[in-house]
């Protein structure tokens, strides 16, 4: 069965300082990846997919990920935080269906 | 302007007061899921739907049940509601039908129901 773990349950990061929120898999064959955003009070909302091809994927407001096969890892990572990134992040693996981590809450500290 | 619509947003119920959260997309999305979501646990489905009259149990089906009887709207309902049922409900639809797509999937902005 397919599985994602997020191993922190909150990041704290410097306005300005880069942010990476980390996201392990384990599924059989090839993956397929996401990172979804929640603002509060809203849905989740779709960042970036891996699929194949170009290991570092570039999404919306600025953030991409780093595919790794052999670390079984996708992190999700912006160079420069902001205050409005402050959110709960999803990691999800889609295999036979979709299975989402914990969620990381992401604190960016003015 | 493409939307997953749910209501109501809140509700606070009591035990065993029959409820439907209704989710509506403008989309013409063929897949459909109901999710919740609880502390620590990130997002469960409960189930999904490939197309009209198609629909299938996710990870936490029991206590749940939906219909698809037209491509837009898919409701989920609580037939006797439990406290443990009580959560944050969100709806989801995405273009390609089937579990294994790998279109991203459209979510409503959510339900919190709370069961007394």
């Known amino acids: 069965a397919q599985s994602v773990a997020q191993p922190e349950d909150q990041v704290n990061v410097a306005e300005g300082n880069p942010l990476t929120v980390k996201c392990t898999y384990s599924?059989?064959?090839?993956?397929?990846l996401f990172w979804y955003v929640q603002y509060p009070n809203r849905g989740l909302q779709f960042l970036l997919k891996y699929i194949t091809g170009d290991n570092l994927v570039k999404g919306s407001y600025g953030f991409e990920a780093e595919f790794n096969k052999s670390q079984t890892s996708f992190h999700l990572k912006k160079p420069s935080a902001l205050v409005s990134d402050s959110a709960l992040y999803f990691c999800a693996v889609l295999n036979n269906r979709l299975a989402f981590g914990k969620g990381n809450q992401v604190v960016v500290i003015p | 302007e493409a939307q997953v619509t749910q209501n109501p947003r809140y509700l606070i119920t009591v035990t065993g007061k029959k409820l439907t959260v209704t989710c509506s997309q403008n989309?013409?999305?063929?897949?459909m899921s109901w999710y919740r979501q609880d502390p620590g646990l990130g997002l469960r489905q409960i189930y999904y739907s490939m197309n009209v009259e198609v629909t299938d149990k996710g990870d936490v089906p029991e206590g749940y049940k939906v219909s698809r009887k037209e491509k837009r709207n898919f409701p989920l309902i609580l037939e006797s509601p439990s406290p443990n049922q009580t959560s944050l409900y969100f709806c989801?639809?995405?273009?390609?039908?089937?579990?294994?797509?790998?279109?991203?999937?459209?979510f409503g902005d959510g339900t919190r129901l709370s069961i007394l």
């Open positions: 989309m013409n999305h063929e897949y």
């Open positions: 989801a639809s995405s273009l390609s039908a089937g579990q294994g797509s790998n279109q991203p999937q459209h």
């Open positions: 599924v059989s064959g090839n993956p397929y």
